[in-house]
């Protein structure tokens, strides 16, 4: 085992370093897909999600969550964009979204050099890849050519997993979309960079299961600090982060944080205790020395291409929206 470590080591560094161009793809996507447009779509997405991160760097997550959240319902197809009293953005399970204006802003300019050329779907795929660079993890090429759908229903937001789902039902919605029980794990990692507020797991930390304690799974070290940070009584909106060691970077200590008992939220923390995804944890919090989760840095790409290519409707299928907030 020991004598074959520094192979693993130089597989996993080759890998990373061949991301940027090693997607095939079989959804109809293609990688460079707008190059022959004088469009630089790519370059203008990169330019707008790096000014709205310096003037806010909290907007990498929302955008990361933005694309999920527009996945899996009906797709990678912008739907979530759509503005409207019974539209997906309206759904109680899309309160608190954020970074419609980042998506705004770089459709604008993109419809200044190429009107009705890319797609919101894609700007937003591009934009969550941007995301995750600039806080630090891994880059890698996103496979192009999207369309936008013209149908957005706050009813089929219900497909989206909830801070308190069980993992059997976590399971069962990432299989729905063609995902598999790693890729729940590998996805939930982007937690590291992410927040949610108290309302959605502060009942986990005094009266769970009106036993009066907290949750027994729950590190007794780290409750009073979210005790602290979510008192009885406090401000059920108040943002807190969901990796307490290192909640501004990309990496692997919020996966260890799970195999720790330090997950804030609960979906996160039975991720350790289910025998279907304790493996895959295992995996990545393990190798939180020497290089810094190259795995988990190889890995989670893989994994974004996957949910990214979820549904897409291509070719005549859709249409690339002028505003990204209604259908043409």
């Known amino acids: 085992m020991v004598a074959s470590e520094p192979v693993s080591l130089l597989f996993l560094c080759t890998a990373l370093l061949l991301l940027r161009g090693s997607f095939v793809h079989s959804q109809g996507l293609q990688i460079g897909f707008y190059d022959s447009y004088p469009c630089d779509a790519e370059d203008i997405v990169r330019s707008t999600v790096e000014q709205y991160y310096d003037r806010d760097a909290t907007i990498a997550p929302a955008l990361l969550r933005l694309h999920f959240h527009d996945c899996f319902v009906q797709g990678c197809d912008a739907s979530v964009l759509i503005s409207g009293a019974s539209s997906e953005r309206s759904a109680p399970q899309n309160f608190g979204l954020r970074g419609f204006e980042v998506i705004d802003d770089a459709k604008s300019q993109l419809e200044a050099v190429c009107p009705g050329v890319v ?17 630090g993890g891994p880059s890698w090429s996103v496979p192009l050519g999207r369309r936008d759908g013209r149908i957005s229903l706050a009813s089929g937001a219900s497909a989206l997993p909830s801070p308190a789902d069980p993992v059997s039902v976590q399971r069962q919605k990432f299989a729905d979309q063609g995902l598999s029980d790693h890729d729940l794990v590998t996805l939930v990692g982007a937690h590291t960079i992410g927040q949610t507020d108290c309302q959605f797991f502060s009942y986990r930390l005094f009266n769970f299961t009106a036993t009066g304690n907290a949750d ?23 943002r807190v982060a969901l ?31 289910d025998a279907a995804t304790q493996g895959a944890v295992q995996k990545y919090a393990g190798n939180v020395r020497g290089l810094l989760g190259l795995r988990f840095a190889y890995e989670f790409p893989r994994a974004m291409v996957r949910m990214s290519s979820v549904a897409v409707k291509t070719g005549g299928q859709g249409e690339a ?8």
């Open 119 to 135: 797609s919101c779907a894609d700007i937003l795929a591009l934009a969550a890849r941007d995301a995750v660079d600039l806080t």
């Open 216 to 238: 027994p799974v729950q590190n007794w070290a780290f409750l009073p600090q979210l005790r602290a940070l979510c008192p009885p009584g406090g401000d059920p909106g108040r």
């Open 243 to 273: 990796d307490k060691d290192s909640p501004g970077a990309f990496d692997v200590s919020f996966i260890k944080s799970v195999r720790d008992g330090n997950a804030v939220l609960e979906s996160d923390q039975r991720l350790w205790s």
């Open 321 to 328: 929206r002028r505003r990204c907030s209604r259908i043409n």
